[in-house]
């Protein structure tokens, strides 16, 4: 049946190519669904020694102990560090010695920043040293730091209905933690809305889904115009101490030192790698994760899982002597954690041949187990994908979700690239970790890494060797 079938793919293809017009768009409208369907469980062999060989067989918690080694030797990987460019040139030679294709480095210059020694310590009502973490892109405080009286706020808005109160203090947010994306505001415009009402640094509380005391660092962005005041994160067990102080009347004083420094942007890379296809080697499937973290744990779960899942997708697929119709392209990112420095780069310089892309992929919440996949695109492209992912049976990962997505791949997708990442709905797990000196080998699990290798390498595959790319809208 698989045979004919591409005998009849294609008859179609000498008639669209013969027509002059693009082959992808075409093509889809002169084929049936049932045909498409056909051919996806033409998969099912693959898919099936994909899994065996990831899950079951000789290379099961090979992603585990490749990244193990990797972070134990380097450590954690932020944007302008030493650490980051060693983990660069070791994956450079990893992926050559893995036998991949036009392995190299594609140059970019990203943001450079260095926390320094910091400290904080509560002087009123008592004394108390507490556990901070400053937030990318800080500055520092003024030589011998900031002795203030505190302002607890729990939320913008009462920040703004007591903004009279708010000159010279420090602003601690108390904020609860909602949802990652929604809470993250707190940390990523808190010292900005601190600065418009007169304060002298802000402290806010980690955005974290659970705590043992641990603060949790990130990026945070100043705006033109708006003094920059030092500021970090405390952890969620002072930050909810200090607003029941606050609330009894205590007066709260702290003294916070942070010699946080920037410095000019420093070189650094995407680091690239491809198994090349075969029928039309232009075409790209984009598999992907961030090679860079914070500066704390090992960057383990973020994102050093995600980007070692990618690299075993390609790996598997060599390993098992497939190559693919069109080109299976591996990225790690370099400064995501800046805002996608590196993949903004990659994506200007790329997307000339946007057309050429079917499907780009990030996987950046954690390697915990997953339980599909979440895809955004054209209904049409939906359709198949769902198609794709019945192939994943043997592993019950067979959901298709909504909302594709990573800041990495968001470029592409916004352009209308279908783009898919893992799901992980354990992010209660990965946000009790994430930014913290907790993300570390710890909290990988060696089965759940090869169940999200084997789901990653079978999409990967699967898309990059249909006969015709994922449609668009
Ligand atoms: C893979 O890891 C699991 C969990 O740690 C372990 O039980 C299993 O023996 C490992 N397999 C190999 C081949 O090392
Ligand atoms: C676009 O694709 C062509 C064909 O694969 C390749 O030669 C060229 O380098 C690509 N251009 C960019 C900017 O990626
Ligand atoms: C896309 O790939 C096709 C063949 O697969 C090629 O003919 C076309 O020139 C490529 N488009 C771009 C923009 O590189
Ligand atoms: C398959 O996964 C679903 C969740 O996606 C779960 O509810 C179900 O129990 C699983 N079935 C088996 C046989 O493990
Ligand atoms: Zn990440």
């Known amino acids: 049946m698989k045979v004919l079938f591409f005998m009849l793919v294609s008859a179609v293809h000498l008639l669209s190519q013969g027509s002059g017009k693009p082959i992808y768009k075409s093509d889809f409208s002169q084929r049936t669904f049932q045909e498409i369907k056909r051919e996806i469980a033409s998969y099912e062999d693959v898919a099936k020694a994909i899994i065996d060989l990831a899950v079951y067989g000789k290379y099961q918690n090979r992603s585990y102990e490749r990244l193990g080694l990797l972070v134990d030797t380097v450590g954690p990987r932020l ?11 070791i994956m450079y030679q990893n992926l050559q010695h893995d036998g991949l294709e036009n392995v190299h480095l594609e140059p970019v210059k990203i943001p450079h ?37 505190v302002l607890v706020v729990t939320s913008f808005d009462e920040l703004q209905r007591r903004a009279s109160e708010a000159r010279g203090k420090i602003i601690v947010y108390n904020q609860p933690y909602i949802s990652y994306g929604m809470t993250v505001q707190y940390r990523v415009h ?21 705590s043992i005391y641990s603060p949790h660092t990130g990026f945070q962005a100043y705006q033109d115009g708006v003094p920059k005041i030092p500021t970090a994160c405390i952890t969620v067990e002072d930050a909810e101490m200090m607003s029941r102080m606050a609330s009894r009347g205590n007066k709260i004083v702290v003294h916070l030192e942070m010699g946080a420094k920037t410095y000019p942007d420093a070189d650094s890379y995407n680091t690239v790698a491809e198994i090349t296809g075969s029928k039309y080697p232009e075409q790209v499937v984009l598999v992907s994760g961030h090679l860079d973290s914070w500066d704390v744990g090992q960057g383990a779960m973020d994102d050093g899982g995600g ?24 990225v790690l990112w370099t400064a995501e954690e800046q805002g996608g420095i590196g993949a ?29 996949l979440q895809f955004t695109g054209s209904d049409k492209a939906r359709a198949i994908m769902k198609e794709v992912m019945s192939l994943l049976q043997p592993l019950n990962v067979t959901n298709l979700f909504s909302d594709g997505e990573g800041t990495d791949i968001d470029f592409w997708i916004q352009a209308g690239v279908p783009g898919a990442s893992l799901r992980d709905d354990d992010l209660y797990k990965y946000f009790s970790f994430h930014h913290t000196n907790g993300d570390t080998m710890t909290v990988m699990d060696p089965k759940q890494m090869n169940v999200a290798a084997a789901v990653w390498a079978v999409v990967a595959y699967v898309v990059a060797d249909m006969e015709e790319m994922l449609p668009r809208s």
């Open 79 to 89: 944007s302008g560090s030493k650490n980051l460019e060693k983990a660069i040139q």
């Open 113 to 149: 920043w260095e926390r320094g020694e910091e400290s904080a310590v509560m002087l009123l009502p008592r004394i108390h040293k507490m556990s901070i973490l400053g937030l990318g892109s800080s500055v520092a405080t003024p030589p011998g730091g900031i002795t203030a009286e």
């Open 190 to 210: 808190g010292a900005v809305e601190a600065a418009k009402v007169g304060a002298v640094a802000s402290l806010i509380r980690s955005v974290a889904s659970f």
């Open 307 to 330: 980007a070692f899942i990618s690299w075993e997708a390609l790996s598997l697929v060599k390993d098992l002597g497939l190559r693919p119709k069109r080109t299976l392209r591996l």
């Open 344 to 372: 903004s780069q990659y994506y200007e310089q790329h997307k000339a041949n946007i057309s050429n892309y079917s499907l780009v992929m990030e996987s950046d919440s954690g390697i915990i187990l997953p339980t599909g």
